[in-house]
Structures are given as C-alpha cells and as structure tokens.
C-alpha cells in the first residue's frame, strides 16, 4: 500500500519560460494552461467536501489519510496557481472564467446538494485525476516539456496516484448508494471536460490560435486518434460501474517510483 507523502514543493517559475513550454506545441500549452488555472479551484472543492465529513470518519486509518489528502490538494492548488503570474504577465485573462467555475461549485453544488452528492462528485474527481496522472507518468507525457513545468505536473501526478482511494472511501464511509456514485462520477466528468475545453478555448482565442490548423490536428490526435484520452475517459468511467469497484484494484502505483521529485 503506498503512503501519502506530503511534499512541500516551491515552485518559482521563472519569468522567462518559453510562452509555448509544452515542447513548442501550442495546443498542449494550453491545454495544461486550463488545467492550470481550472484545476486549484476543484481541488478547494475537494478539499471542503473532506473537511465536511472529516471528523465522522470512524476509522483512524482513514482519517489520517484524509488529512495527508487535504494538505496534498492544498499544496497543489497553492503551486499551480503560482504560474497564473506567468500566465497573467503572457496577456491572458481568465478572472471570469474563475468566477463563472466558483459559482457552478460553491454557489450551485456545494450550496444547493447535499454533502454525499458532493463527496461522490468529488470521488468522480479523482477517478479522473487517476487516470489523468497514470496517463502522464506511463507515456512520459512530460518528457519535452519545460523542466520548472514538468516537475509541477510530474509531483502532482505522483500525489494523484498515492492518494487515489481517500475520496473513493470517505464516500463509501459515508453512503454506499450505488446510483449515487454513478451519478456523482457522471457529473464530475462533466464538470472536467467542460473546464478544460473551455479553459483551452479562452486561451487559444486570446493568443489568436483558436482556428489554427495544427492546433486542431493536435487536439483530434489527444482525443480520438493518437493518444486516444476521450477513449481512455470513457473505459475508465465503464470500470468505476462495477458494482464492486475500488480505485486499488487498478495497479498503477509502480509509476510512482518514476518521477524524481
Ligand atoms: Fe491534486
Ligand atoms: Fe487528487
């Protein structure tokens, strides 16, 4: 069973990072620029929704980890947004963007649901974020990017996978109703592939690339065809139906040991 380290990395990214860091590919820049910018106000979300139920957690085991969870989301959203300075000083603007993603979270879903609708959106999350993280490390995804960026997505790729059951027990800690974790992961899916794109759309309409053919080429090639990630998505999502289902059945931790930190 891996142990959740908390890492208390400090990114300081430097002024002059290539503009297009992801090996001169523009649409793979942005891509992880949405992911950038979308994804610390998630892992806030995460974070209360665990915090809610944190101390009805009868298990010792299980607490702990929530805890080595909460401070591993926290350090993750508090590094990525360090790079909104670079992105800021690029000319990019996404304080709406922030703004209309806080209203679907804290306004309509936190606010108006229930907390086990909310914890099982939140293990949707990271059932996501699993795949996501065991996909970068497997295909060394990274490789050609920026080192200071590397490092940053590599470091939280690595935190996805030790912490990968935490959300996936709490939930079941607090309510095993089965519809209700399809539901949340449903839901999550949603709200994941909406932010990205649409993080990747600003972007690429404020830097003038939105109708750029290569970007369009690439972006086919994540999806559908070369790297195959909306597939990947969709099998991921089949394997969370089963009935019993839990995210350590999946042997990815080996990809741990890969990443230096
Ligand atoms: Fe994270
Ligand atoms: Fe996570």
């Known amino acids: 069973m891996s142990k959740i380290e908390v890492r208390r990395l400090n990114f300081d990214f430097s002024a002059n990072t290539e503009k297009y860091w992801f090996n001169q590919s523009v649409f793979k820049t942005h891509l992880f620029n949405s992911f950038t910018i979308f994804i610390p106000e998630i892992e806030k979300y995460l974070i209360l929704n665990v915090k809610k139920r944190i101390n009805f957690l009868d298990n010792p085991q299980l607490k702990q980890k929530a805890q080595a969870f909460i401070c591993q989301e926290g350090q993750h959203s508090y590094q990525h947004t360090k790079f909104w300075n670079n992105l800021r000083a690029s000319g990019y603007k996404f304080d709406t963007f922030i703004r209309w993603e806080q209203t679907i979270l804290f306004d309509i879903l936190e606010r108006q649901m229930s907390l086990n609708f909310n914890l099982a959106i939140a293990a949707g999350i990271e059932h996501l974020t699993t795949l996501m993280a065991e996909f970068a490390l497997e295909t060394d995804l990274f490789a050609e990017a920026e080192p200071e960026l590397k490092q940053l997505f590599e470091w939280h ?33 949603i709200l994941i592939l909406l932010f990205l794109n649409l993080g990747l759309a600003i972007l690429l309409y ?20 070369k790297d195959k990630f909306l597939y990947k998505a969709l099998f991921n999502a089949r394997d969370y139906l089963r009935k019993d289902f839990h995210p350590s059945q999946n042997d990815n931790l080996y990809l741990i040991d890969r990443v230096k930190v």
């Open 157 to 189: 790729a690595l935190e996805e996978l030790e912490h990968k059951t935490v959300l996936y027990d709490v939930l079941q800690n607090a309510t095993n109703n089965y519809l209700l974790r399809q539901v949340g992961m449903f839901v999550a899916h």
């Open 206 to 225: 404020q830097d003038r690339k939105l109708f750029d053919r290569k970007v369009w080429q690439e972006f086919i090639e994540f999806w559908l065809t």
